[in-house]
């Protein structure tokens, strides 16, 4: 049996000025920059936010890059693997879609993307004031994010700590809901000889939480609720 295969974008955009007073793309990944070129940047913004098999990534990138477009100079497969070497794009692998998704999940760090109240109000004002927005189509861009119980226990640990997919799994198994301090996930989560950072992938994978837990995750991210950070 062939195994699957899912890729998604890992990390944040920004964009920087260069020496010339011009604007360049940079992805902000583990606290460093890393700079892509035109082809790379049009793959990894169509996985951000996605979940997809290879042949996705070809038909989102074609639609970008018609052949004839003199700036591809490289295959789309060959900016793939590229930005999987650098760490922009991770890969999840297994006999079935959900073992890709936990493969691809696991060992991903969660970042809410959700701003403060103050500034989604500014934001409101700006659109519907200043870019002259309808206000019924502003606020549905600011509509509350309706979720799951589980995606509800996310959010909160992940805000609280930087946690990947894997530890969040464990923090559900052993009913945590408070993580305070560093030392409190580390007291929590890694309270014996057998867990460690790199084997709690593989022992929560088999966890009666995990499902629920890697599903909530993928939710909120295909909904624009969390970025993936590595750490």
């Not at 699957?4 to 011009?22: D, H, I, M, Q, S």
């Not at 639609?63 to 700036?71: D, G, L, R, S, V």
């Not at 939710?219 to 609720?225: D, E, G, H």
Request: charged fraction near 30%.
């Amino acid at each position: 049996m062939a195994l699957k295969t899912l890729y998604t974008a890992v990390g944040r955009f920004e964009r920087r000025t260069n020496g010339c007073r011009r604007y360049c793309p940079v992805i902000i990944l583990g606290g460093k920059e890393y700079m892509v070129d035109i082809q790379e940047m049009v793959i990894w913004s169509c996985l951000n936010w996605r979940i997809a098999r290879m042949e996705e990534i070809g038909r989102f990138y074609s639609k970008a890059f018609p052949e004839e477009k003199e700036i591809v100079n490289r295959s789309w497969e060959d900016c793939v693997e590229r930005l999987l070497t650098r760490g922009l794009l991770a890969c999840g692998k297994g006999e079935t879609e959900y073992d890709a998704l936990y493969d691809l999940l696991s060992s991903m760090y969660i970042i809410p993307t959700d701003g403060s109240r103050f500034l989604k109000i500014l934001s409101f004002l700006k659109l519907t004031l200043i870019n002259h927005v309808p206000p019924a189509a502003a606020r549905r861009l600011f509509r509350r994010d309706r979720r799951t119980e589980h995606e509800k226990r996310v959010m909160a640990l992940a805000r609280q700590a930087l946690l990947s997919t894997a530890e969040l799994i464990l923090c559900m198994e052993k009913e945590i809901r408070a993580l305070p301090t560093e030392e409190s996930v580390l007291e929590g989560l890694y309270d014996d000889t057998d867990t460690t950072s790199d084997n709690i992938g593989c022992l929560m994978r088999v966890s009666p939480k995990s499902r629920e837990v890697t599903l909530a995750v993928a939710n909120l991210y295909l909904r624009q609720q969390i970025i993936f950070e590595r750490i």
